[in-house]
């Protein structure tokens, strides 16, 4: 796992390469391991952030969930590629590995139940890649609006981070269950939308996440190959937000419709 400074000045501006490098001299990378190709890092900046670098072959993918909206990577992805570079983490991978191969099927076994009744999050997930199930809009709305008041003091100035309802909805989208990821995108548009009047700064950052949950909805909507009867359902979705007073981001939910009806015809 190597990159060249050369490499990380290429992915972003100068004023944040710079930024970059005063964070990672002042310390404020606090967490940073390393399992094969992927990386994941804690950056303390006004809050704290959770980074990602995967390497695959000569490409770099990394994702922060600050609310970076600029050119290139943010200061706290900068400063975790400059820590690898200066100092390659050790892989952790090889000892997990050599674990399990040693261990028994009900060890294993006793070791997930546990830790999906410890981690609600991480139970989701599992449910999402080997259950049958799936929870209803309802239910996912009811979790991201717990998540978006929890942060609301009383209006939300900081970017909320959302990946853990996208990962569960690539889980689905990994096993060809379409409307079950279908049902996790709307649910975050529908419910950031609904409570856009406790947003009160983060840049852009909840208007390029509903951006990212009606991608995910029209994608998972055509790839199920629906009737003319079952398009018009699912795309009613998106006139009904577009629709939905008060009219914020109904240009947004306008725009996706059009689009979708588009690639549909």
Request: glycine residues 4%; proline residues 3%; charged residues 35%.
């Amino acid at each position: 796992m190597n990159v060249e400074r050369e490499a990380i000045e290429n992915r972003s501006t100068d004023a944040v390469l710079e930024r970059g490098k005063n964070y990672r001299d002042e310390g404020r990378i606090q967490q940073l391991d390393r399992f094969d190709n992927l990386v994941t890092a804690t950056v303390c900046g006004s809050n704290l952030y959770d980074v990602t670098v995967e390497f695959d072959e000569q490409h770099i993918d990394t994702q922060c969930t600050c609310p970076y909206d600029g050119s290139g990577d943010c200061k706290h992805v900068v400063a975790v590629l400059l820590d690898i570079a200066a100092n390659p983490p050790q892989d952790e991978s090889d000892r997990v590995e050599a674990v399990l191969d040693d261990l028994s099927a009900d060890d294993l076994r006793d070791f997930v139940r546990d830790a999906l009744a410890e981690h609600p999050e991480l139970r989701d997930q599992f449910l999402a890649r080997f259950g049958d199930d799936h929870k209803s809009v309802d239910e996912y709305r009811e979790e991201i609006a717990q998540l978006l008041e929890q942060h609301a003091d009383p209006v939300l100035f900081e970017a909320i981070d959302f990946s853990r309802f996208f990962e569960i909805a690539e889980q689905y989208r990994d096993r060809d269950r379409h409307l079950a990821a279908a049902t996790v995108y709307r649910a975050v548009f529908e419910e950031i939308d609904e409570k856009y009047n406790l947003i009160d700064g983060a840049y852009d950052h909840y208007a390029r996440t509903i951006q990212t949950a009606i991608d995910g909805y029209a994608d998972c909507i055509l790839a199920t190959n629906p009737t003319p009867e079952e398009f018009d359902t699912y795309a009613g979705v998106l006139e009904e937000r577009a629709t939905t007073e008060p009219r914020i981001n109904d240009e947004q939910f306008w725009r996706a419709l059009d689009d979708l009806e588009e690639r549909y015809e």
